[in-house]
């Protein structure tokens, strides 16, 4: 149990053009889902919460009109990267979480390459 | 300020040679502890919650263990398909999203 997706698993793309990046519970559902950025040998960071329904919370410093976040249903979450530059280029990872205890299980990631 | 400190960043271990890595926090009010496994070019996978001071938890080789300053990984007899990065994360009571403050990692390496 507690599969989450991801889909694109790895992307390329030109400078200038939007990205969009899913990611989805499989067998259970998430009211509440997180995006992470992670650049190599580093940790985790916390882009935004991304809740079922509203409008996303942004971690500080996280462009908030470059980094489209819906979550339209209880299962999925999208991330668009907007007109996306070299700098944009990193390993994108989605959670869900599951509650009750309050668990986030994470996707498989996305590699985002923009050229 | 909430704060998650992992070491050693990096250890390298003979098959079956045991040890601990290390996962220190300081918090306002601990929720929950938590360890992910990361293989390279993967999202991390749960492993385990630490809910109270001297609460345990064993999965095959790894047992985590936690008191009210910092939780301890240990891996008994490592094999080489042990090797991974862990990644320790918390939750405080402050967060009411299942937010997680993550440490740094360490990076295991096991040599056959």
């Known amino acids: 149990g507690a599969v989450v997706s991801q889909h694109p698993s790895w992307v390329i793309c030109k400078s200038g053009t939007s990205v969009k990046i899913e990611c989805r519970s499989l067998?259970?559902?998430?009211?509440?889902m997180f995006w992470y950025r992670q650049f190599p040998k580093q940790s985790l960071m916390l882009m935004a919460t991304s809740n079922e329904g509203s409008k996303a919370t942004y971690e500080q410093g996280v462009e908030k009109d470059k980094f489209l976040i819906n979550h339209a249903s209880l299962t999925l979450s999208t991330l668009t990267v907007t007109s996306a530059h070299p700098e944009d280029s990193s390993f994108y990872i989605c959670s869900a979480l599951q509650g009750v205890p309050d668990t986030q299980y994470f996707g498989p990631g996305t590699r985002l390459t923009v050229l | 300020e909430d704060q998650v400190t992992q070491s050693p960043e990096a250890l390298r271990l003979q098959e079956g040679e045991s040890s601990s890595l290390n996962c220190s926090y300081t918090v306002s009010g601990l929720r929950g502890l938590f360890w992910y496994r990361q293989d390279p070019g993967k999202g991390p996978e749960f492993l385990f919650t630490l809910y109270s001071a001297g609460e345990e938890k064993e999965k095959e080789r790894l047992k985590a263990t936690l008191t009210k300053k910092e939780s301890f990984l240990h891996i008994t007899a490592p094999k080489p398909e042990d090797s991974a990065t862990y990644l320790c994360a918390v939750q405080t009571h402050s967060s009411n999203t299942g937010k997680l403050i993550f440490g740094q990692g360490t990076t295991l390496q096991v040599k056959p």
């Open positions: 067998d259970f559902q998430a009211t509440t």
